[in-house]
């Protein structure tokens, strides 16, 4: 495997639970040449089945709050349909995948979120069975060996702790993690594709593409009000990779993987 650089990319729950998107998706990210990684979300449908059998969905700030029943929902939506549907639509476009999660051969091991204070109201959140992790507790060595067998590793956002605890954790968290962790062994692309062209000054309004965006315009944006909900942890994300020794962070829509259409992040 030519290791001098490796992209890559994270998908949003809604381009997953889109058909025609994730159908194009899938055949234009099996045509980036080069070993690359999938990470995937899988939000929206797993809402749907929430609300389906009699459960209401809180999120705070963009993050799922995660009970035990959460837990196994999240669990049997992210690293089974989700992922093996996934799997199965690059297989169909010549793209030799394999779906994991994080507790497949312990590559991607988290902690328990402790309770937190939010900044906005001065409350304490308990997110519950909700993982946090850092670059250092993910397995390079098996990714890359992953990769070393022309396998492109598709990872959920399920991971686990040392004890063998499930955690739902955030994908960009895991996105922006598994792309830091592989820094130290290539040049790393981050691509962040989700049902938008890119951070918005408008979100209802696809004209109002922001095309670059430093951290000082990135605190500003959050003062605002522009970025906020899901978005948020998507830029605290992609800043910690580009402060992590990522080469280039990109969030832009999954119908534009071939063309430079897209938000480009910037340190300073």
Request: hydrophobic share 45%.
């Amino acid at each position: 495997m030519d290791k001098t650089r490796i992209q890559v990319f994270k998908i949003g729950g809604n381009v997953v639970d889109n058909p025609e998107k994730l159908e194009k998706f899938a055949a234009d990210f099996a045509a980036v040449k080069g070993p690359k990684v999938l990470i995937h979300g899988g939000g929206a449908i797993a809402s749907q089945m929430q609300k389906k059998l009699g459960f209401s969905p809180v999120m705070i700030e963009g993050r799922r709050v995660t009970d035990a029943d959460t837990l196994r929902i999240v669990t049997m939506v992210y690293a089974g349909w989700c992922n093996k549907s996934i799997v199965a639509l690059l297989q169909r476009n010549g793209c030799n995948a394999i779906g994991l999660s994080g507790a497949d051969g312990a590559v991607i091991k988290a902690v328990k979120r402790p309770p937190v204070r939010l900044a906005s109201t001065g409350e304490d959140i308990d997110y519950g069975y909700v993982g946090d992790l850092s670059p250092e507790n993910i397995d390079a060595g098996f990714i890359l060996r992953l990769m070393d067998m022309e396998l492109t590793p598709v990872f959920c956002a399920i991971t686990c702790t040392a004890d063998g605890q499930l955690l739902n954790t955030n994908a960009d968290t895991v996105a922006s993690a598994v792309a830091m962790c592989l820094a130290s062994e290539a040049a790393v692309d981050l691509v962040f594709c989700f049902e938008k062209d890119g951070v918005l000054a408008d979100k209802d309004d696809d004209s109002s593409l922001i095309e670059r965006i430093d951290h000082e315009g990135f605190e500003r944006l959050k003062a605002e009000g522009v970025v906020a909900d899901g978005m948020l942890p998507k830029l605290e994300n992609a800043f910690r990779a580009i402060g992590g020794g990522v080469s280039q962070v990109l969030i832009k829509n999954s119908d534009n993987v071939g063309n430079s259409r897209q938000t480009t992040i910037l340190w300073q």
